[in-house]
């Protein structure tokens, strides 16, 4: 078998590039956990003192950081105290039909409350959920605007959603109205939704 002049050189060419592969992969390779590893030198007192400042100063805000998830989390424990309770989101609509109940019989005259009809729970955010009431009543205008004030003050987290005002009784300045109210409820109350096929 002969071997071009061309064949020659590009051999020579690969036996030089392994030659130099080789002594740089001995010169650079991680010396085995068997041996003994020395300090680097170029860990100099100056350099640890450096990391030591940075290792305290993070340590000092540690107590600030704790002192903050201390407070934030207790504020989130009284907000929390607003949420609509039950075991199952039927029994915090029904909490929450009480409390509009409740409300509009509180007001100067009473508002009759006629017919109420639950909406479907649903997720509001990662971590809460929603419920809502939709009732049926006749009022006057400063009525209605007295019972979403009185709503607004209840100490449970409720809201009206939906307003829908029909034609007014001219006789008696009255308005059919349809208002939807909702609250919010724990997360685990709303039942997880499964994916279409």
Known sequence: MNISDRDKRALALLAGALVLALIYWVATREPSSSTPTAVAAADTPERAERRLQNLRTALATVDGKEA???????????????????????????????????????????????????????????????VS?????????????NLLAGLTQQPEIISADDVHLSLANAKSKSIPIRLTVSGLVPRKLIPERKPAL
């Open 68 to 130: 903050l998830l201390k407070q934030a989390s207790a504020e989130l424990a009284d907000r929390e105290k607003g949420l609509l309770s039950g075991e199952t989101a039927n029994q915090a609509q029904a909490q929450l039909l009480q409390i509009v109940r409740r409300v509009a019989s509180a007001q100067a005259p009473p508002i009759e409350i006629g017919q109420s009809e639950f909406g479907p729970p649903r997720s509001y955010g990662d971590a809460y959920g929603a």
């Open 133 to 145: 009431v939709t009732l049926s009543m006749t009022c006057r205008t400063d009525e209605l605007v």
